[in-house]
């Protein structure tokens, strides 16, 4: 079994400060990684996805992937009480495969 | 475009008794996963169909879950006899067979059994 670690947390930030998320994996072919968000009581919402080395940003979303290091990251900027949910790390050794999830970290956004 | 549709949404059961969950992908999908929760963890894969084919069904407890995708569209996920530990959510998701494989989840079923 191909392991996704995660910090389960609770990651408290204050509004407007920067939430870091971090997320490792031991499986060295891997080649898709992605970030779900899940409301409590809700199911699991994509946020993002990366497949190359790097940071891409989507609004205040920015995941950063590290291959080498086998280390994918997701930055909340602006952090918004609105953002307080569990963050699920998500990675995929091929696109014809099923998601291997971490076991989320939680977030708390303190207004 | 309607997201991923699956029902009930809440089923409590006796254990030993039988349980069915439905679940229709996004139009278009041609792959379809059924997902266990237990609260307080990530998502674990129970079955993978691509069209009306089982892709993976390794982490599936086959003595007693079952799983069809008959006509490469709708799908059912069963359980027969319940056990307590079953007690989760299950989720359905589905994706287009490209590349990329973004995965989408439908609301889930949260199964008690007593």
């Known amino acids: 079994q191909k392991e996704v670690e995660q910090n389960s947390g609770p990651l408290s930030v204050p509004e407007g400060a920067i939430a870091s998320l971090n997320c490792t994996y031991s499986?060295?072919?891997?080649?898709?990684f992605f970030w779900y968000r899940q409301y409590s009581g809700k199911s699991p919402e994509l946020i993002m996805s990366?497949?190359?080395?790097g940071d891409k940003e989507d609004g205040r979303f920015t995941a950063q992937l590290n291959k080498a290091s086998q280390y994918v990251s997701l930055l909340i900027r602006d952090s918004q009480p609105s953002d307080s949910a569990t963050y699920l790390c998500a990675v995929i050794l091929s696109f014809r495969y099923a998601l291997n999830f971490g076991k989320g970290t939680s977030l708390l956004v303190t207004p | 475009e309607a997201g991923v549709a699956q029902s009930p949404r809440y089923k409590i059961i006796e254990k030993r008794q039988s349980v069915a969950f439905w679940c229709n992908p996004i139009?278009?999908?041609?792959?379809l996963y059924w997902y266990q929760q237990i609260l307080g963890q990530g998502p674990k894969l129970l079955i993978q169909?691509?069209?009306?084919?089982?892709?993976?069904d390794s982490q599936l407890p086959k003595d007693r879950f079952s799983a069809e995708r008959l006509k490469g569209v709708d799908s059912t996920l069963k359980i027969q006899p319940a056990k307590l530990e079953d007690s989760a959510v299950y989720l359905c998701a589905s994706s287009l067979l490209t590349g990329r494989n973004e995965q989408y989840f439908g609301p889930g079923t949260r199964l008690t059994v007593t």
């Open positions: 139009s278009g999908h041609a792959t």
């Open positions: 499986d060295r072919v891997s080649q898709s």
């Open positions: 169909f691509q069209n009306n084919g089982v892709v993976d």
């Open positions: 990366i497949y190359s080395n």
